[in-house]
T-cell receptor, first 115, second 114 residues
């Protein structure tokens, strides 16, 4: 069975600081990788995804993530955060051969950006 | 177009009662998923529908949980004889075909069992 771990439960940082959120997964097969974000009071929404090709993927709002297959990692980064990036971030994977492609989520990281 | 909608947005019930949670997927999406998020935890997969059949029910935690779907439309998640540990946010998502595309999530139903 696949599993996902996010290393930090809470992150507090100031505007303009750089952000990196760790995500590691456990699964022996080929996976699709996702980062979802939930802003306060809003739906869960897709930030970025990796299916194949260039392991450095760019998403919305200046976020990017790098898939490192040898490390089973898919860390999320943003060079300079804004107050509006305050949210909860979830890493998720699905096994490419699994019927229906159900997602397995990490526990989430709450990010608070101080103005 | 409209996104995934869920109702009710909040539900408070007494232990032992049955509850029904509803999900309206994005029109045309054949795949529908239910997830549960307990306080301070990530989302747990419950069940997946392709059309009105459920090829994957592996995440349903007990036989008190059941779900059905009418065609490629509305789905209902039913929890019988609710327990306090059922308290969570129940999220529904849909995707066009249930392959590698993105899942679109609804706002969730926050269930509190007293």
């Amino acid at each position: 069975a696949q599993s996902v771990s996010q290393h930090n439960h809470h992150v507090i940082l100031s505007e303009a600081a750089s952000l990196e959120l760790g995500c590691n997964y456990s699964y022996g097969g080929t996976v699709n990788l996702f980062w979802y974000v939930q802003y306060p009071g809003q739906h869960l929404q897709l930030l970025l995804k990796y299916f194949s090709g260039d392991p450095l993927v760019k998403g919305i709002k200046g976020f990017e993530a790098e898939f490192i297959k040898s490390k089973f990692s898919f860390n999320l980064r943003k060079p300079s955060v804004q107050w509006s990036d305050t949210a909860e971030y979830f890493c998720a994977v699905n096994a490419r051969k699994a019927a229906g492609n159900k997602l397995t989520f990490g526990g989430g990281t709450r990010v608070l950006v101080k103005p | 177009g409209a996104g995934v909608s869920q109702s009710p947005s909040n539900k408070v019930t007494e232990k032992g009662k049955d509850v029904e949670l509803r999900c309206d997927p994005i029109s045309g999406h054949t795949a529908l998923y239910w997830y549960r998020q307990r306080l301070g935890q990530g989302l747990e997969f419950l069940i997946y529908f392709q059309g009105n059949s459920a090829p994957d029910k592996s995440g349903l935690p007990s036989d008190r949980f059941s779900a059905e779907r009418t065609g490629e439309s509305v789905s209902t998640l039913t929890i019988q004889r609710t327990q306090q540990e059922d308290s969570a946010v129940y999220l529904c998502a849909s995707s066009p075909r249930g392959t590698t595309e993105t899942q679109y999530f609804g706002p969730g139903t926050r269930l509190l069992v007293l």
